[in-house]
């Protein structure tokens, strides 16, 4: 069985680091598996172990973000740019990749399903979509009614990595759709690593990933440090390098190494969020701390493996932060234990086996 797997996106971000989780699993029991990155990005070298064929489309492509009310009614630059884009995938770059590579199944992430969707389908293939980012309503509930309808018509299966994900898929879709959390497939937990920092965070200079949060508590706790992944402008580099209780390591292959140096990672999501950092957390003995709501209730149990505050609220963020900073060993081991159990039960490896099962029975 062959199986082509598209990325949409650009940057070392949750998506491309779930998807090479995937590819190397599928490889692993005997799939042929090529790549096609619909952008050229730092995320193609999460794939460079990866032994397979791989494609990166050189056509540009704009896309709504799953968040789309970013984008304004005003702003039709960005209406007519998404346009273009869309009828350059569905009449050149879908078509042109699938009959070029003649997969048996087109697997999809979230944000490029109605082009590629309907286009596999139109020309006999299995649609796999994943439902990695949640489906916004956009305006007046049309973005989240014509996916929903294409998904319905289309896909033969479809994955949520959350309960969240999957009840914002309206109609049939809901029904035919499987939950499968996402998994971290090196789990190696060890709690008496030698921490040097508070708190990690890996979301670089992103208002979704809760930068505005960050940089308050930043600020707000100068005895706490502070360990800062991701990619920052030279300007918010220059500010942040005044204080002494930040480190900015930026964007780094293997983040894991910090996450383990680290007491507590810090999820800030301004919007309902399923966060791969956390399950990271558990996984390399750090305490996540993520913002309530979406899915990520099912990722942390509130005080009891992790701490929740509301999105985008300063001093609910700022009451986790210094209830941390409060902790007495007993209390963080406690949490620590809980999590690694969670991690056990809910985002190990095990996972794989199931996601890839359901594959193989489209």
Request: hydrophobic share 40%; proline share 4%.
């Amino acid at each position: 069985m062959k199986i082509l797997m598209v990325h949409h996106g650009k940057g070392i971000g949750g998506a491309p680091k779930s998807m090479s989780y995937l590819a190397k699993g599928l490889i692993e029991r005997g799939y042929l598996v090529e790549i096609l990155f619909l952008q050229a990005s730092d995320a193609t070298s999460l794939f460079d172990e990866i032994d397979c064929d791989k494609y990166v489309s050189k056509v540009p492509i704009y896309y709504f973000y799953h968040m789309s009310k970013w984008v304004r009614l005003w702003q039709v630059h960005k209406l007519v740019s998404q346009l273009v884009s869309v009828t350059l995938q569905t009449f050149f770059v879908a078509p042109y990749y699938i009959l070029k590579t003649k997969p048996d199944i087109v697997y999809i992430n979230t944000s490029v399903i109605p082009e590629w969707a309907i286009v596999s389908k139109f020309l006999g293939k299995k649609v796999v979509v994943h439902i990695r980012e949640t489906l916004s309503e956009g305006h007046f509930g049309i973005r989240s009614f014509l996916i929903s309808t294409i998904i319905n018509s289309f896909a033969d299966l479809v994955i949520s990595i959350s309960k969240y994900n999957k009840s914002k898929i309206k109609g049939i879709g809901k029904a035919k759709s499987l939950v499968a959390y996402n998994y971290e497939r090196l789990p190696t937990i060890n709690s008496s690593y030698k921490k040097i920092y508070d708190f990690i965070y890996v979301g670089g200079e992103s208002e979704i990933k809760g930068w505005k949060v960050m940089e308050f508590l930043i600020r707000s706790n100068p005895l706490a440090n502070f360990v800062l992944a991701g990619e920052y402008s030279d300007n918010t580099k220059r500010n942040l390098l005044l204080l002494p209780n930040v480190n900015i390591i930026g964007v780094v292959p293997n983040v894991y190494e910090y996450i383990k140096q680290s007491r507590f990672l810090l999820s800030p999501f301004a919007e309902p969020h399923f966060s791969r950092p956390v399950i990271e957390a558990y996984a390399y003995g750090a305490v996540p701390l993520a913002t309530f709501g979406g899915g990520s209730k099912e990722q942390v149990v509130d005080g009891i493996t992790g701490f929740l505050f509301n999105k985008s609220d300063f001093k609910s963020a700022n009451l986790v932060v210094r209830t941390c900073l409060n902790l007495n060993d007993s209390e963080y081991f406690c949490l620590l234990s809980n999590g690694k159990k969670l991690f056990r039960d809910r985002f190990s490896s095990s996972n794989e086996a199931e996601i890839i099962n359901l594959i193989a029975e489209v």
